[in-house]
């Protein structure tokens, strides 16, 4: 997921992960996890997702970290 700059702080990434947390909760899913750029770690813990294991890097995107939240 990505919002494009000139919508960042609008609340759109809420609402999109808030939906897809939903749709995945009536299917039963019970662990979310992403890829999550090192700008984007303190959105994901403001949505309760956790880091796990170490940052790794993707060519021409940069430092990634595992996240992951129990739905």
């Known amino acids: ?38 700008v984007a770690i303190h959105f994901y813990k403001k949505n309760n997702y956790q880091i796990i294991g170490k940052p790794f890097n993707i060519k021409q995107i940069g430092i990634h970290y595992v996240m992951y939240k129990t739905l």
């Open 1 to 38: 997921m990505a919002i494009l700059k000139s919508f960042q702080g609008k609340g759109l990434g809420n609402i999109i992960l808030k939906q897809g947390e939903d749709l995945l909760k009536e299917k039963k899913i019970k662990i979310l996890w992403c890829n999550a750029r090192e």
